[in-house]
């Protein structure tokens, strides 16, 4: 079965501001010499997603005049203070009329994620009930592919920082796990002490 480009578009949660990093928003951390939020949208785009939503929050004007996001549709999440679960729920606002049949989601902190588990994950897309996840040696991580039929419930559930987390564990026996430990490295920049992760 073929699937066409458009079908399945990337979201990138890069709203957060980086609080213990001394308030330094991930997506402005240098990542092989530009923005990290840069590099997460080539992921996505190299995994095969034409269309990606990029979810800004923390000095949204600098990284908008910082990284190079062109043809990306850039939402602003106005609570990103409220955690990743708000700017889940506005990115999958910015989806709806798009005609768009699943969203790949990843975030902008895990630069160990590349293409490849990407598109390992985009490619397990059957259908809008489609429920996928990367796992690291059998442990659910990112990214993650939701079909549109869970949109609105995972919008409906996601606060706080948990995001997906509550309606992913509701429907655990419907997700299709793609392992991806051999190609991957899962961690997140969130403290001073992975900066040394980046490049």
Same mark, same amino acid.
Request: glycine share 12%; hydrophobic share 45%.
């Given at each position: 079965?073929?699937?066409?480009d458009d079908e399945v578009a990337g979201l990138v949660l890069a709203a957060?501001?980086? !609080? !213990?990093?001394?308030?330094?928003?991930?997506? $402005?951390?240098?990542?092989?010499?530009r923005p990290l939020v840069e590099h997460a949208v080539g992921v996505?785009?190299?995994?095969?997603? =034409?269309?990606?939503? *990029? *979810?800004?929050? %923390?000095?949204?004007?600098?990284?908008?005049? !910082? #990284?190079? $996001?062109?043809?990306?549709?850039?939402? +602003?999440?106005? +609570?990103?203070?409220?955690?990743?679960?708000?700017? $889940?729920? #506005?990115?999958?606002?910015?989806? =709806? +009329?798009?005609?768009?049949?699943?969203?790949?989601?990843?975030?902008?902190?895990?630069?160990?994620?590349?293409?490849? &588990? =990407?598109?390992?994950?985009?490619?397990?897309? !059957?259908?809008?009930?489609?429920?996928?996840? @990367? %796992?690291?040696?059998?442990?659910?991580?990112?990214?993650?592919?939701?079909?549109?039929?869970?949109?609105?419930?995972?919008?409906?559930? &996601?606060?706080?920082?948990?995001?997906?987390?509550?309606?992913?564990?509701?429907? &655990?026996?419907?997700?299709?796990?793609?392992?991806?430990?051999?190609?991957?490295?899962?961690?997140?920049?969130?403290?001073?002490?992975?900066? @040394?992760?980046?490049?």
């Amino acid at each position: 079965m073929t699937h066409t480009d458009d079908e399945v578009a990337g979201l990138v949660l890069a709203a957060g501001g980086g !609080r !213990r990093l001394g308030g330094r928003p991930k997506a $402005l951390l240098t990542h092989r010499g530009r923005p990290l939020v840069e590099h997460a949208v080539g992921v996505l785009r190299a995994a095969g997603c =034409a269309r990606v939503h *990029v *979810v800004l929050g %923390a000095r949204a004007d600098e990284v908008r005049r !910082r #990284a190079r $996001l062109e043809g990306c549709v850039l939402v +602003d999440n106005a +609570d990103w203070e409220q955690g990743m679960g708000s700017s $889940l729920r #506005a990115g999958l606002d910015s989806l =709806a +009329d798009s005609g768009a049949r699943a969203v790949l989601v990843s975030l902008v902190d895990q630069p160990g994620i590349g293409a490849v &588990a =990407a598109a390992r994950v985009r490619a397990a897309f !059957r259908d809008e009930t489609s429920l996928v996840s @990367a %796992a690291y040696d059998g442990v659910r991580g990112h990214p993650v592919l939701f079909g549109a039929a869970h949109w609105a419930g995972i919008a409906a559930s &996601a606060g706080g920082d948990r995001g997906a987390r509550g309606y992913l564990k509701e429907h &655990a026996a419907r997700i299709v796990l793609i392992e991806c430990a051999d190609v991957a490295q899962p961690y997140d920049i969130d403290t001073e002490a992975d900066l @040394a992760h980046l490049e």
